[in-house]
């Protein structure tokens, strides 16, 4: 975002500045005259600075052109998150992380993960991602005719698929 | 079984044994889950839904917890018989008005339902009468940790479960008990309740979800927050808040007995009279009436097996249900009719109330 001081949401000269401090990063809000009257700044413990500032970051992303970030994943945009209030994929939080960020801080109780972790899943996965990597590791050995090597990845290839056999829910 | 089956089935919510409990009438817990790689369902093509749609459905029919159950797709459904579903908490009408693509699955004594492509790929719900919080967290995890052996879950190590809206993030738990509170709104206390439960980080809504209509003195207190807190403090915590307010709700009971007896008596006298002889009801009436024949059977003075008859009717005086009964839509004026005509029949072989004015200077048991 550019360093005049104009206001956050409309274009005239910023009169109001907002600072907050969230985990150790500042963050700051200009707003010209009737911008802080109209959000109730000027009205002590009648406005969210939090709400305020995802707000200000929302619109200096969709006026800043070229519709902002894009998640790679499903061509969800801020613009659209602004609109529905929901993401599009679970990709998305890599991609809107900066938003998120102060987002979460005021929405729940912490913002690092506490509870129930999907051990299953996450063992296929690291599984999964062990196996795509044997195999290119496999179709290497045999292109480069290290006979040996390849003859290992082919039972380690073995054994991991093995451990994918789905054990019945109980 | 098909869903017309499934709902003339008895139900934990209709027909529980456990219905014996004052205050707490339901409680429910719902986990958010989505597959990984995958767009929410708010955003996904329809191609993209239905295999989120064939994919949950193919993991939920193994489950051993979903043995026996309704599985539909929501176009397959009337509108009445989505209707009932609400009415019976089985499925939000988020749900009952989406898109195709969309689906349920709902166990044989509906204690146990499942949408799929709702806001999240899936809404697992666990529901129990009266207070059980820990019985349903126990029964959802394991249905979560069956269902994860075969669907990917979106997962982040530090976020936790990944949901379409930031508000689900982490646990994506929320824990629920439907309380039965009239006291608290007869003495006109309910405004400081919800206000201090509020800065407790709970949230108190009317009886069917949105909206702040108090229809029967009936509310639901939930958690707010899912992330930062694992699973079992969430219903530590809420378990906690929910034992606060029933003594608040007893203490306000016991108050206004102390107070003016023969003014208590005398709203739960005539409710009864007019559930036994009205002739238009509507819903919103029905309830506030049975709402105060329940703290009737609370304080004693029906016998304690009214209070399942009431639970039942609490839901069986709903729209949908009295449109089901009666094999056909009905006007919002014939219903008025019908229900009235239900509750009367109902009514004539409830006993009369028998009301015990409290020796003065002596406590009164609401617990009974
Ligand atoms: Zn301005
Ligand atoms: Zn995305």
Same mark, same amino acid.
């Given at each position: 975002m550019a360093k005049t001081l104009t206001c956050n949401f409309c274009s005239q000269p910023a009169t109001v500045h907002l600072t907050k401090i969230v985990a150790n990063k500042v963050h700051n809000v200009d707003l010209c005259e009737d911008c802080a009257q109209a959000k109730g700044v000027?009205?002590? /413990? /009648?406005?969210?600075l939090g709400d305020l500032l995802l707000e200000a970051s929302l619109k200096g992303e969709a006026s800043s052109g070229g519709g902002g970030v894009r998640c790679e994943q499903c061509g969800f945009t801020q613009a659209d998150f602004k609109k529905h209030g929901r993401f599009g994929c679970p990709a998305c939080y890599d991609t809107f992380a900066a938003l998120l960020e102060p987002m979460l801080d005021g929405m729940h109780k912490g913002t690092r993960h506490a509870g129930k972790v999907p051990r299953a899943a996450l063992e296929r996965k690291s599984l999964y991602d062990r196996l795509t990597k044997l195999e290119l590791d496999l179709t290497d050995a045999i292109k480069s005719e290290r006979y040996e090597e390849a003859a290992r990845f082919r039972d380690e290839i073995n054994q991991v698929k093995q451990a994918f056999t789905p054990k019945d829910s109980a | 079984m098909t869903i017309s089956s499934l709902i003339d089935t008895p139900s934990e919510l209709t027909d529980s044994a456990s219905s014996k409990t004052a205050i707490v009438l339901m409680t429910r817990i719902r986990l958010a889950r989505n597959l990984a790689g995958r767009p929410f369902p708010g955003w996904a093509k329809p191609a993209q839904r239905a295999e989120v749609l064939q994919l949950c459905r193919e993991a939920l029919v193994e489950a051993t917890a979903m043995k026996r159950s309704v599985n539909v797709a929501v176009h397959e459904l009337s509108d009445l018989e989505k209707q009932i579903l609400v009415e019976r908490h089985l499925i939000s009408r988020e749900l009952s008005g989406s898109d195709a693509g969309s689906g349920v699955v709902i166990n044989r004594d509906q204690t146990v339902s499942v949408m799929i492509n709702e806001e999240d790929h899936l809404r697992i719900q666990v529901l129990r009468s009266g207070l059980q919080l820990k019985k349903a967290w126990n029964a959802i995890n394991d249905l979560d940790s069956a269902l994860e052996q075969r669907l990917d879950y979106a997962f982040s190590p530090t976020l936790g479960y990944l949901t379409a809206c930031p508000t689900n993030l982490g646990t994506g738990l929320r824990a629920s008990a439907m309380m039965h509170l009239p006291a608290l709104v007869i003495g006109g206390q309910m405004e400081k309740v919800v206000r201090a439960v509020n800065q407790l980080g709970m949230v108190v809504r009317g009886l069917f979800g949105e909206g702040s209509d108090a229809s029967g003195s009936i509310f639901q207190i939930s958690n707010q927050t899912t992330l930062g807190e694992a699973e079992d403090e969430i219903i530590k915590r809420l378990q906690s808040v929910l034992q606060s307010i029933v003594e608040h709700e007893l203490n306000a009971r016991e108050r206004l007995l102390e107070a003016d007896p023969g003014k208590v008596f005398d709203k739960i006298g005539r409710a009864y009279g007019i559930l036994q002889n009205g002739h238009v009801l509507s819903s919103g009436e029905a309830m506030n009436l049975l709402s105060l024949v329940r703290l009737g059977v609370d304080l004693g003075a029906f016998p304690d097996g009214h209070r399942q008859v009431i639970d039942r009717l609490f839901i069986e005086a709903q729209p949908g249900h009295l449109q089901h009964a009666q094999q056909g839509p009905l006007e919002a004026g014939q219903r008025d009719l019908l229900r009235a005509e239900r509750l009367r029949s109902e009514f004539a072989n409830l006993t009369r109330p028998n009301f015990t004015y409290p020796a003065p200077g002596k406590s009164v048991d609401g617990k009974n």
């Open positions: 000027t009205n002590p /413990g /009648g406005f969210s | -």
